[in-house]
């Protein structure tokens, strides 16, 4: 089992910008792809990006792509999300996800088999 943590999370007004990031445990980082979903209060969890274990592939929910940006460095176990031009329906809790079977980039959150505990983002109007 990975254990994932996340970090970055805070409020920031519409317009402005974080960069989430999360840290995995073990040696196998580059292996597997790495994603990241959201979930608002009352609403499924969604999924919002993921990036493969080489860091060559992306793919992004139509709702972000353009201004969620992922990245890696397999040198340090850890993920980012860099998010600009945020909007109030951004605001959810973020959570990275891996998928330890594979590198390949995936947008089924059954395929990801490790989370982290979340953290919250919020962007005020």
């Known amino acids: 089992q990975v254990q994932l943590v996340e970090s970055g999370g805070g409020l920031v007004q519409a317009g402005g910008s974080l960069r989430l990031s999360c840290a995995a445990s073990?040696?196998?980082?580059?292996?597997?792809?790495m994603g990241w979903f959201r979930q608002s209060p009352g609403k499924e969890r969604d999924f919002v990006g993921v990036?493969?274990?080489?860091?060559?592939?992306?793919d992004y929910a139509d709702s972000v792509k353009g201004r969620f940006t992922i990245s890696r460095d397999n040198g340090k176990n850890t993920v980012y999300l860099q998010m600009i031009s945020l909007k109030p329906e951004d605001s959810a809790v973020y959570y990275c996800a891996a998928k330890t079977s594979s590198s390949l980039v995936s947008r089924r959150e059954g395929d990801f088999g490790s989370w982290g505990q979340g953290t919250q983002v919020t962007v005020s109007s």
């Open positions: 990036i493969s274990g080489s860091g060559r592939s992306t």
């Open positions: 073990g040696r196998t980082f580059s292996t597997y792809a």
